[in-house]
């Protein structure tokens, strides 16, 4: 299998799992127990907690939730207080669906056809401003910093989907909560963080023990100790990461070649997303012709609901082009030569359906 869907998830980094092994082998106290054993699984979670920490912006906290869908539906109805909601018409359902969940005043910004969307004023009596770092399906960078001062400007807070960019691209300051994510950085599903500026404080989504003042549950330490290395191998192999993505990306444009079309910006854009198109492509014949190539058609969240990508056709792709569409993911562990190869057959496949 030729993995290629690094936006659904990416794989287990090898010192990752190293990390968590002591926890799942032998370390199976309960990190918020007062006893010796109980103390020190909670310093591993701390030391975590740092490591994630460091490749987010100073003056605030991390608290660590079951994954970023957590921390943004925390996020989102711990303002529920707060007035208006102001997102974007390309976010993540786990945005969508929470804000439109809460019953409050929703203002979705249209993108334009590279997936960007126009800062602009917000109005008074809005409470937060929530808008991705990095797009999912089409990898557009969006103007984070100036939403985020719109955001201020009217007394609201900002909230950042970081979830595809942390570690990738820099997170503005100006931010008041962003959500991440481990397994999109080569860490373990089911662990994400809520970074909270200090200040700010949220009533719980969970009720329980407030083990994480604010969010109630028993920490697995093993699940921290994989995001922490996660994290802390993002920030040492940073360049690397970055080079070894911007080659992948340019021998995939040019394998591709003139009958695909790039959708989405080509340039404010994390060149590890590619999702192209190709007229009167049938992409279910397509995925079972390359079966052992992992692809997608679409967020991972959304797959086999029949209906087209919500991001492609903000972006003004008729339902027909949004329909003939796919994303091919890539990043630390993919090779050159199979992602030639890959493309190689997709590209014969592609062709066949038009004979």
Request: charged share 15%; glycine share 12%; hydrophobic share 45%.
């Amino acid at each position: 299998m030729t993995y290629l869907d690094y936006q659904a998830t990416t794989p287990l980094a090898p010192e990752a799992l190293k990390a968590m092994l002591p926890w799942l082998e032998q370390g199976h106290a309960n990190p918020h127990s007062p006893h010796r054993a109980g103390r020190q699984a909670r310093a591993a979670v701390e030391v975590a907690r740092d490591q994630v920490a460091a490749l987010l912006p100073a003056g605030g906290r991390v608290v660590f939730t079951s994954g970023a869908t957590e921390a943004l539906n925390w996020a989102i109805k711990g303002t529920s207080g707060g007035g208006g909601i102001v997102t974007t018409a390309i976010e993540h359902a786990a945005i969508l669906d929470t804000a439109q969940a809460t019953g409050r005043p929703l203002t979705v910004l249209p993108v334009d056809g590279e997936g960007l969307v126009a800062p602009q004023p917000v109005a008074d009596g809005t409470g937060l401003v929530a808008a991705m770092l990095v797009n999912n399906e089409v990898g557009t960078i969006q103007p984070v910093a100036a939403l985020a001062d719109a955001a201020h400007r009217a007394g609201a807070w900002m909230l950042c989907d970081a979830v595809q960019g942390y570690g990738r691209i820099a997170i503005p300051e100006a931010v008041d909560l962003i959500a991440v994510s481990a397994h999109k950085i080569y860490g373990p599903k089911g662990i994400g963080a809520l970074w909270i500026r200090d200040g700010i404080t949220l009533p719980p989504l969970l009720h329980g023990g407030d083990q994480e003042g604010g969010r109630s549950g028993t920490l697995s330490p093993a699940l921290c100790a994989g995001f922490g290395a996660a994290a802390s191998l993002m920030a040492t192999q940073a360049e690397r990461d970055a080079a070894h993505v911007e080659r992948l990306w340019a021998l995939a444009v040019e394998q591709f070649g003139p009958d695909w079309t790039i959708n989405g910006s080509t340039t404010q854009r994390y060149h590890g997303n590619l999702n192209v198109r190709r007229n009167g492509l049938d992409v279910a014949r397509l995925m079972s012709d390359c079966r052992d190539i992992a692809f997608s058609a679409g967020s991972a969240c959304a797959s086999g609901s029949g209906r087209p990508s919500h991001v492609l056709t903000a972006l003004g792709l008729t339902e027909r082009e949004a329909k003939s569409s796919i994303r091919l993911g890539f990043g630390r562990y993919t090779s050159e030569a199979e992602l030639t190869e890959a493309i190689d057959r997709i590209n014969m496949a592609a062709r066949a359906q038009g004979r």
